[in-house]
């Protein structure tokens, strides 16, 4: 299992994340569900590297409209991945 640092989002018409991304990485970017697989079958962990807290795991939350990626970076109920540039 690798852990993959996350510095990117990319965004569908609705702001629902499709994908994530590490720029220069050669797995990058990451279909969401693609992610959602590899977490929730233990291939692969995927972080945000903030500054002052270096290891944000993103994690799989099932949702009302299904599965989706999220942080929980800080005590705020927004998605903390909604504020990576685009990938």
Do not use: F
């Not at 990117?8 to 590490?22: E, K, L, M, S, Y």
């Not at 693609?34 to 903030?50: F, K, L, Q, S």
């Not at 270096?54 to 970076?73: A, C, E, Q, S």
Request: glycine share 10%; hydrophobic share 30%; with cysteine.
């Amino acid at each position: 299992m690798a852990d993959r640092p996350i510095r990117q989002a990319r965004h569908d018409g609705d702001g629902d994340i499709t994908a994530i991304g590490n720029p220069g990485s050669d797995w990058s970017p990451v279909l969401k569900w693609d992610a959602i697989r590899d977490i929730e079958n233990g291939v692969h962990r995927y972080y945000v590297p903030w500054l002052n807290d270096p290891h944000t795991w993103i994690r799989v939350v099932d949702g009302p409209n299904g599965k989706y990626l999220r942080t929980d970076r800080d005590a705020t109920t927004g998605n903390n991945l909604d504020d990576l540039p685009e990938c």
